[in-house]
């Protein structure tokens, strides 16, 4: 799941969300807001049974990004409505 939300001065915090077990180990979410730096922005546990991890950007960004889950696995969010070979494209 992806969450936007409105924050201050004409930002925005996109939020990216995880069922807690799936996939297993630690995932982080990696992109052009982070220079692709694979642990930069992991996810957390939370105590509501999911992993989340945020990032506060200006509104009117598109970020590229996909998910780096345990021993390399790259995998891409089905709720971002853009995919294609290079991950997930967004517009906030």
């Known amino acids: 799941m992806i969450r936007i939300v409105p924050v201050k001065d004409q930002n925005v915090r996109v939020t990216w969300a995880l069922p807690r077990h799936e996939p297993p180990g630690p995932v982080s979410v990696v ?19 999911s992993r989340t991890a945020a990032v506060v950007v200006a509104r009117g960004t598109t970020l590229r990004f996909r ?22 494209l967004i517009s906030v």
């Open 31 to 49: 992109g052009d807001f982070n220079d692709w730096t694979p642990g930069a922005t992991a996810l957390r546990t939370r105590s509501n049974g």
């Open 67 to 88: 998910y780096l889950g345990s021993d390399g696995h790259w995998f891409d969010d089905e709720d971002a409505v853009v995919r294609d070979d290079q991950g997930c």
